[in-house]
């Protein structure tokens, strides 16, 4: 669960120049930044709490970092940004939701943002809102817990 799989799509974003280096704010207890030309699952790794996470820790760490590898100086994803992040690292949930009316109310509501930016609080929002309304998590539901 360390997100390697997606890293290649992640460090395309950075070597097209669409995230910056000082992605997000930093304060005084962060180490070194890490490059965003560095694997996911290695900047997973190199965070020592995680080290011991659960999956469900790694999941978020995943896409804090995500966010973060993504957003612009201000700690910020642009909606062009946040459209292909959607279309590249979330497509298994968002595939087949184009003409669903709430999907499209999402989507309406990204380009009616007047600051055309999201912060990471309303990215989550948003990846959470497309998970529920997805038919991957009817799928997921119907999966039988094997023990």
């Not at 930044?33 to 560095?38: C, D, E």
């Not at 957003?71 to 062009?80: E, F, I, N, V, Y």
């Not at 003409?99 to 929002?125: A, G, H, Q, R």
């Not at 959470?128 to 997921?140: F, K, P």
Request: aromatic content about 4%.
């Amino acid at each position: 669960m360390c997100g390697c799989t997606h890293s290649a799509q992640n460090q395309a974003l950075h070597l097209e120049g669409e995230p910056n280096a000082s992605a997000a704010p930093t304060t005084t207890s962060e180490p070194k930044k890490m490059s965003k030309s560095i694997p996911i699952c290695k900047q997973l790794a190199s965070i020592k709490a995680l080290g011991k996470g659960s999956d469900l820790e790694k999941s978020m760490a995943t896409a804090a970092l995500i966010f973060r590898n993504s957003s612009d100086t201000d700690g910020k994803l642009g909606k062009t940004t946040a459209k292909h992040l959607l279309q590249t690292q979330f497509k298994n949930f968002t595939e087949g939701q184009e003409t669903k009316p709430k999907y499209k109310d999402l989507l309406s509501e990204l380009d009616e943002n007047t600051e055309n930016k999201l912060d990471f609080e309303d990215f989550m929002i948003l990846l959470l809102s497309i998970t529920v309304m997805s038919d991957l998590l009817q799928n997921i539901w119907s999966v039988k817990n094997i023990k």
